[in-house]
Structure formats: structure tokens, C-alpha cells
């Protein structure tokens, strides 16, 4: 059900958004309201009329699944890691990775690590600096040992651990060059 929250939530704040001028007329708008509330009906009555399989929805479903699923996995381990306590997490299951399993990289479509991965680092890079900070601090715990977990093959588009390390080397650098004596005084 929360999944169906999201959706619907996502679809609102996507329709508030929109800029809507003095040239539309309210007809224009509520025929765009309803055709917002059509699509998302219909994507709730697909989702109830068949048992809930990650492997079966789409590539956008997949990514709010997750998205969803992720939420409770890290508040688990984020309760877990307060105080500084160290946390280990097991994904037994081939289902977080098929093709892993099989010696072959696995994608965001298919593995829920991957899109995990991927919605993380989505955030990380996010244009706008101040928010970008705010999700640096908020999921920079999480997603570190996400880069690094064993026995996933994540796909040549997502960067590897030693570039990463590099570029992590270069932004201290870059902060560095930024520093003023002054702000010691």
C-alpha cells in the first residue's frame, strides 16, 4: 500500500508544480487534473489486480518500489548504527542481484541493490549545491558501503570504488585550495 502512497504523492507534487499561466483556462486545467488522476487510477488498479512482483513492473515502478523498500532498510540500519556502533548487513537473497549470481553485471531494472545504489548517487549529484550538501550528509553513510558491497556486479555505468576514491581525493584537495587563513583567527 505504501508503494500506492508514493505513486499518488509523486503524481500530486509533479501536477503542483505545474506552471500554469493566465492563457490556460480552468477547462485546460481540470481536463490536465484529471488526465494526472486517470494515470494514476490506472496504475493503481494494474498494481491490485496482480500479486506484487519486483520483476514484473516497469522500469519507473521498479525504481518507487525500491525507492520504497529502501526507506525501511535504512531507518533499520540507521537505528543500528547510532552511537557510532558498527553495523553489518547480509543481502542472502539472488533476488537482490540475479545476474550477480549468475556472473554477470546486474542493472537497476533487475537488482534492487543497483537501484538503490543508483537513487542514492541521484542524489548525491543533485545540481543544486545546498541540497546536494543536505543529501551528502544525510545518505553519504548509506551509500559509501553500498559502493562497495561484495559479490554484486554493478553495471560499468555506475563508477567504480577507485574512482570514486579519486574523486573524493580531489574534492578535499578542492576544499583545501578554498581554505583562508583568516578563518582560523
Not at 537505528?79 to 553485471?105: E, H, L
Not at 551509500?143 to 578535499?172: H, M
Request: hydrophobic content about 40%.
Amino acid at each position: 500500500m505504501r508503494l500506492l502512497y508514493s505513486l499518488a504523492g509523486k503524481a500530486t507534487q509533479e501536477f503542483n508544480s505545474r506552471a500554469f499561466t493566465e492563457a490556460d483556462n480552468l477547462p485546460e486545467i481540470n481536463a490536465a487534473w484529471q488526465e494526472t488522476k486517470k494515470t494514476v487510477w490506472k496504475t493503481a488498479k494494474l498494481l491490485l489486480s496482480q500479486p506484487l512482483m519486483a520483476s514484473r513492473l516497469g522500469e519507473d515502478l521498479f525504481k518507487s518500489f525500491t525507492a520504497n523498500i529502501m526507506v525501511a532498510i535504512l531507518q533499520t540500519i540507521g537505528r543500528g548504527m547510532r552511537n557510532g556502533c558498527p553495523v553489518q548487513v547480509y543481502f542472502v537473497d539472488a533476488a537482490w542481484a540475479i545476474n550477480s549470481t549468475k556472473d554477470k553485471p546486474d542493472t537497476g531494472r533487475y537488482s534492487m541493490l543497483v537501484q538503490m545504489r543508483i537513487i542514492l548517487e541521484e542524489c548525491i549529484k543533485h545540481p543544486e549545491p545546498v541540497i546536494r550538501e543536505i543529501y551528502r550528509e544525510l545518505y553519504g553513510a548509506f551509500l559509501d558501503p553500498l559502493q562497495r558491497i561484495e559479490g554484486v556486479k554493478f553495471p560499468s555505468s555506475l563508477r567504480s570504488v577507485s574512482s570514486l576514491a579519486e574523486e573524493e581525493a580531489t574534492d578535499a584537495e578542492d576544499e583545501m585550495d578554498d581554505f583562508s587563513p583568516l578563518l582560523e583567527m
